[in-house]
């Protein structure tokens, strides 16, 4: 689930955040008030933290599936505009922190002993689990945090206007540029990546046959493939054809849904305001292959819940997040699939999820399924804006791929050495 359209940040934008969890100190505490009240029922005060997603419906979901947790009171605080992550971090520095609260697997989060051990409210069910899913929350054979949903993400075009320009869904970024300018028209640019390129650069990596780290947190990104692809990117955004600065950025499905592209890179959470308003003229495809060496890839977003080790209430915690998490299968599917699209991550009920079986959404479950790839728990923020600097130097200046990539190799190497030795 994306942000709320109002604002102008991503999922990225959260994850600045967590590079600087264990120097928080100097962020400012965001109050006394911990949305605790005082309950009226028996049992624990629990909090729980969320930012406000923008599909309808989400708030109420979420507090309608806390009221009816017996075990303890628990009270959301639903965090609006772009500053999710500082409340988050400040707060998780004072006696007000939430006892629950999402984010996305981050090592940091487990080095600091910020978040607590899941291990044994998953493992029971953990067959039932994604694996990729499972080993993206593991760190030495233990499990920090359950997914809620996974995010994939791709491309959506209008059929009408690529049958118009006799053009075929590429399958490649050589076939995406030159796609690109025929669609292109006075009117209408011929592909949208969003207004700061970030959302496409490990789709980039994937899509070149490469990865962010590898398996034993070593550098996966600085290859030939993406060195080419740094290039061909940046002809795409000198050529005219690529939408820039659209009113609102990738996650939201307007500038397809406007008429602003003829081709956008968006999320799966799209797809029913994608189709509402366009209804059978609308495909999905994977990110395309990038030279020889590459295969098409989706690039898996998505949230996980977490209980803060700091808590206080750490066993009532846990206990909840179980009830909910693991438990609950109607809450699981109905937070998945009532309010935009997203896809499970227990198979069990990906597998009944009716809604998921056919059509756009079982093509789109189908390209995850085929290419689907998920963030490694090694990869800091401070290594994704490493390779934002890339992008920037690269792809929006005339910068030296190699070199950019030798300085990022710089920054991801330090940061390995700091959390891995």
């Known amino acids: 689930m994306p942000p709320l359209s109002s604002s102008n940040?991503?999922?990225?934008?959260?994850?600045r955040a967590a590079a600087g969890l264990a120097a928080a100190g100097t962020l400012a505490a965001c109050g006394s008030n911990n949305g605790r009240g005082s309950g009226s029922g028996s049992g624990k005060n629990l909090a729980q933290?969320?930012?406000?997603?923008?599909?309808?419906?989400?708030e109420q979901a979420i507090k309608r599936y806390a009221a009816a947790y017996k075990g303890a009171h628990v009270t959301t605080q639903w965090i609006t505009g772009s500053n999710f992550e500082s409340k988050l971090f400040a707060s998780l520095l004072t006696k007000s922190a939430p006892d629950v609260f999402e984010f996305h697997p981050q090592y940091q989060l487990i080095k600091s002993g910020q978040v607590a051990d899941l291990t044994d409210l998953v493992e029971p069910v953990k067959d039932?689990?994604?694996?990729?899913?499972?080993?993206?929350?593991?760190?030495?054979?233990?499990i920090y945090g359950i997914r809620m949903i996974d995010d994939p993400q791709f491309f959506f075009y209008r059929k009408s206007l690529l049958e118009k320009a006799d053009v075929e869904p590429p399958t490649t970024l050589d076939e995406l540029i030159e796609a690109a300018a025929k669609l292109t028209t006075d009117k209408v640019k011929g592909v949208f990546l969003g207004n700061d390129l970030h959302a496409v650069i490990q789709p980039l990596f994937?899509?070149?046959?490469?990865?962010?780290?590898?398996?034993?947190?070593?550098?996966?990104?600085?290859?030939?493939?993406v060195v080419e692809g740094l290039k061909k990117l940046r002809?795409?955004?000198?050529?005219?054809?690529?939408?820039l600065d659209a009113p609102a950025d990738y996650w939201d499905p307007s500038a397809l849904n406007q008429g602003l592209c003829a081709i956008q890179f968006c999320g799966m959470w799209a797809?029913?305001?994608?189709?509402?308003?366009?209804?059978?003229?609308?495909?999905?495809?994977?990110?395309?292959?990038?030279?020889?060496?590459?295969?098409?890839?989706?690039?898996?977003?998505?949230?996980s819940v977490f209980v803060n080790a700091k808590s206080g209430n750490v066993d009532a915690a846990k206990e909840y997040v179980k009830w909910l998490w693991i438990d609950q299968k109607k809450y699981q599917e109905d937070w998945a699939l009532s309010y935009g699209f997203h896809i499970p991550p227990r198979t069990s009920i990906a597998r009944s999820a009716t809604k998921l079986k056919s059509g756009l959404p079982a093509e789109g479950v189908k390209l995850f399924d085929e290419y689907g790839h998920f963030d490694r728990i090694?990869?800091?923020?401070?290594?994704i804006t490493a390779t934002e600097d890339v992008f920037a130097d690269c792809v929006r200046k005339n910068g030296d791929p190699e070199a950019a990539l030798d300085k990022c190799d710089k920054t991801v190497n330090a940061e390995l050495k700091k959390l891995f030795g």
């Open 206 to 225: 994937y899509s070149a046959g490469a990865d962010t780290l590898t398996d034993d947190n070593k550098i996966a990104y600085h290859t030939d493939g």
């Open 49 to 58: 933290m969320f930012h406000a997603y923008g599909e309808a419906g989400t």
């Open 9 to 15: 940040w991503d999922r990225r934008s959260i994850l």
């Open 271 to 303: 797809m029913p305001q994608f189709q509402q308003t366009l209804g059978d003229d609308l495909g999905v495809m994977p990110f395309p292959k990038v030279g020889a060496a590459g295969k098409p890839s989706v690039y898996n977003g998505g949230w």
């Open 128 to 142: 039932d689990f994604n694996q990729a899913d499972i080993a993206s929350h593991t760190v030495d054979g233990k």
């Open 378 to 383: 090694g990869w800091t923020q401070a290594m």
């Open 235 to 243: 002809k795409l955004f000198t050529s005219g054809d690529l939408l």
